[in-house]
């Protein structure tokens, strides 16, 4: 596992992976150590509309599509008042 783990993240890339196991908790756990922005486990899937999508290392930065992406789409504002 951890030679793989190795190879995967021995890129300057890291959009998206995918890790295939019958151990599903085997696949969780090595799918938690691979640098991607998105990690697919037993499924060759791509993106959908309702999952953030996007990327690290020369990958990008940021999410986009999803709840969760939304705040990349902000600008966040503390207003502090003291009373």
Request: no cysteine; proline share 5%; aromatic share 8%.
């Amino acid at each position: 596992d951890e030679e793989a783990v190795t190879l995967a993240n021995d890129t300057p890339f890291g959009l998206g992976s995918a890790v295939f196991s019958d151990d599903l908790e085997r696949a969780e756990r090595v799918g938690s150590k691979i640098e991607a922005g998105m990690v697919f486990l037993n499924s060759p899937e791509g993106s959908r509309e309702h999952l953030p999508f996007g990327g690290v290392k020369r990958s990008g930065v940021g999410r986009e599509l999803g709840p969760l992406a939304m705040d990349e789409f902000v600008n966040k504002q503390l207003v502090y008042k003291k009373h």
